[in-house]
Structure formats: structure tokens, C-alpha cells
């Protein structure tokens, strides 16, 4: 057995021995004993958080094409929203980067070169983390004070700003991500984009508690623990989708079993469905081309 052979057996053995550990670990925290298959009690809430989970995508995929149009030469026309719609169902794959490797696939496919696609992935996955934790904070401390939320959202806006100078000037940063190419308002729009997302991927899990007739539901709480659960799950790449991860967080922050399971199946429905109409249209435009 040759070196490379080995390295790549053992990595293969640490990633399923983390994802196996992190899954044991988050099904071991929920009690999942009660749990039932089953849909919410509401259509109406069904429907509502369907769509503002599509949104959710929406808001993401404008933000990933204005952030892939910044690097290219060629200008999508949004386009480019198919290759971050078409990647998500591959996130499910033994490691959540594979949803990452496909969208660059299919990025390529749209006409789009692999250097510049790369790019725009490794910046979006960091901006996408670091808005969901601004997020998080806001609305974990408009608990205590709604101006406290909202004036630390806007020191996350001016952390952003100031970081391009900073960033722009670190030789590794030029190399790899260019971060010069990105004007203040390309740069805030993108983070606006992504901010709204988050909240609508809040709101759509908060519409779908409500459903279950859950008259506990917060809407703060919700909105805080869904994008912190994201945050890990992005950072978690042995993690499939961030399975059981997402499942932690959104249980210790009150929200029952039978919704964070049933969500989760709901949720693996829809990328499904959204990423198999996404690469229809792509390779229809592909053969087109």
C-alpha cells in the first residue's frame, strides 16, 4: 500500500469517526424516543415556511452570484444562482464540501472558470460565517435591549469595512481570495443579502413551530439559534448538511425534538427538489450554449 493510499484511508477513517461521534453525541443530548414522523398540524404554516425557506435560498444565491460576478469577467444575469441552488442536495455526501465542489461543477458548466469559482466559494463560506455570527449576537442581546442588537449588527458592518483594508494588504488574502476587487458597496451588499437571509431562515423555522401548535415559539430565540447552528455546521465539514450539529443547537436553544427532526426531513426534501430543478435548467442552458 503506497503513502498516498494510506493518507487518504486515514482520512476517510477520521472524518466518519468524527461524524459518527458528533451524531452519537447530538442523538445521545435529544430524546428523540417520542419523536414522530409526521407533518405540522397547519398547511398554511407548511406552506409559509416552504416558501420562506426557498427565500432563504433565494437571498443566498443573489449574494453568491454578486460575490462570483465580482471575481469573473463574465456576468451571469444571475445565472449563477442555478450553481448555488443545483450544489445543495451534494452537501449530504460524506463531507458537506462536496456541495461546494458541485457548485463549482456546475459554476463551470454556466461558463464560469474554476480559479475564479474557487474564489468566490472560500469568500461566500467567510462571509457567510461571519454575518450568521452577527446575527446570532444581535439577537441573542436585543433580548436584554433591541438598540444593544442593532448597534452590534452595525459594528459588524463596520468590522467588515474596516477588515478590507486590513485583509486587502496580507500577501495570503491577495493570493488567494483578492480581496481588493470587492467596492464597499458590493462588499455591504453582499452582507446585507446574507444578514437577511439569516433571518428569513429564522423566520421560516419559526413559522413551521407554529404549525405544531407550538405557542411557545420565539422568534428571537429561533432566529439566534439557526444561524449559530449553520455557523458550526459550515465550519463542521465532516459533517454531512451539518447532520446532527444542527440538531443540537436547535434543541438546547428550547426548541422540541419533534420539530427539529421532522424539520430536518423537511428540509432534506427541499434541497432535494430545489437542487434537481436547478440542474435541469442548468444543463438545458449548457446544451443551449
Known amino acids: 500500500m503506497d503513502k498516498k493510499t494510506i493518507v487518504k484511508l486515514t482520512k476517510i477513517v477520521v472524518y466518519n469517526l468524527f461524524f459518527v461521534g458528533t451524531l452519537y453525541f447530538a442523538l ?25 425557506f426557498f427565500l432563504f435560498y433565494l437571498l443566498l444565491s443573489l449574494a453568491w452570484s ?17 450553481s448555488f441552488l443545483a450544489g445543495q442536495v451534494y452537501k449530504y455526501l460524506p463531507s458537506s464540501l462536496f456541495g461546494i465542489s458541485f457548485r463549482i461543477l456546475y459554476s463551470k458548466k454556466l461558463g464560469f472558470s474554476v480559479g475564479d469559482s474557487i474564489r468566490a466559494s472560500l469568500f461566500e463560506n467567510l462571509l457567510l460565517i461571519y454575518t450568521s455570527f452577527w446575527i446570532f449576537l444581535s439577537f441573542y442581546y436585543s433580548y436584554i435591549l433591541f438598540l444593544a442588537g442593532l448597534i452590534i449588527y452595525l459594528i459588524g458592518l463596520l468590522i467588515l469595512k474596516k477588515g478590507k ?7 495570503i488574502i491577495k493570493k488567494i481570495i483578492v480581496f481588493q476587487k470587492f467596492s464597499y458597496s458590493k462588499l455591504i451588499s453582499a452582507y446585507f443579502l446574507q444578514s437577511l437571509g439569516w433571518l428569513v431562515a429564522g423566520l421560516a423555522l419559526f413559522v413551521y413551530q407554529l404549525g405544531f401548535q407550538n405557542n411557545n415559539a420565539d422568534i428571537v430565540s429561533t432566529i ?19 447532520l446532527g450539529i444542527k440538531e443540537y443547537f436547535l434543541n438546547n436553544a428550547g426548541i422540541t425534538a419533534l420539530i427539529v427532526i421532522n424539520w430536518r426531513l423537511l428540509t432534506v426534501a427541499m434541497d432535494i427538489i430545489i437542487s434537481s430543478i436547478s440542474i435541469i435548467f442548468i444543463y438545458k442552458k449548457s446544451n443551449e450554449n
Do not use: C, H, M
Not at 483594508?165 to 500577501?171: A, E, M, T, Y
Not at 439557526?226 to 463542521?236: E, G, P, R
Open 66 to 82: 454578486l460575490i462570483l460576478d465580482t471575481y469573473s469577467e463574465k456576468r451571469s444575469g444571475y445565472t449563477s444562482v442555478l
Open 224 to 242: 439566534s439559534a439557526q444561524s449559530v447552528s449553520y455557523t458550526v455546521s459550515i465550519l463542521a465539514v465532516f459533517a454531512p448538511g451539518g
Open 165 to 171: 483594508k486590513i485583509f486587502s494588504n496580507l500577501p
Open 28 to 52: 445521545k443530548s435529544i430524546d428523540i424516543s417520542s419523536v414522530e414522523i409526521r407533518l405540522p398540524d397547519s398547511v398554511t404554516y407548511l406552506i409559509l415556511s416552504v416558501f420562506f
